[in-house]
């Protein structure tokens, strides 16, 4: 079963992947942002400085020295995305968004969300593109006017939708 999590995720990566986003960081800002949604829904406290990464977990993942370490470290930052602000790292120059203090990569997405579709996900992914395409910038630039504009008219319709995707 597909649901609403899924479809903000898909939603938002095809959101950045139009906005100019590489796939990779489309991925990592559409599973953050998901994340996010789904946090404030249960009433999540607002979170107060930097978020809290795990450096020396990030340094053993991915087989990093101590200066490429430091140097991914130096690089947290608050990224605006229009009106809307996530923090991310760079690695390899590219942007992973964190929350919580996990890093939202590709392959997470990979897992919480393209393994819902095995084997369908790009009829999912080129959908979501089409949609997203249909609006102006000014729209997709906004947090609240995604949200309201081409989020929430949809998430039912497309969690039932992509449900039956997956299954075929």
């Given at each position: 079963m597909v649901g609403r999590f899924q479809v903000m995720a898909t939603l938002q990566a095809a959101r950045a992947k139009v906005l100019g986003?590489?796939?990779?960081e489309a991925k990592s800002f559409g599973l953050n942002r998901a994340i996010f949604y789904a946090a404030a829904k249960k009433g999540f406290k607002a979170f107060k400085g930097k978020p809290k990464i795990s450096f020396q977990k990030l340094k053993e993942a991915l087989n990093l020295s101590q200066k490429e370490s430091?140097?991914?470290?130096?690089?947290?930052?608050?990224?605006?995305?229009?009106?809307?602000?996530?923090?991310?790292?760079?690695?390899?120059?590219?942007?992973?968004?964190?929350?919580?203090?996990?890093?939202?990569?590709?392959?997470?997405?990979?897992k919480q969300i393209e393994a819902r579709f095995p084997g369908n996900f790009k009829k999912v992914w080129a959908e979501a593109l089409k949609i997203v395409k249909s609006f102006d910038k000014k729209i997709l630039l906004s947090q609240r006017n995604f949200y309201e504009r081409v989020?929430?008219?949809?998430?039912?319709?497309l969690a039932k939708k992509w449900s039956q995707i997956k299954e075929s």
């Open positions: 986003f590489s796939l990779d430091q140097k991914i470290e130096k690089s947290l930052k608050a990224e605006k995305i229009g009106d809307e602000v996530a923090y991310c790292i760079k690695v390899k120059g590219k942007r992973i968004f964190t929350i919580g203090g996990e890093l939202q990569t590709p392959e997470e997405f990979k989020y929430k008219p949809r998430r039912d319709i």
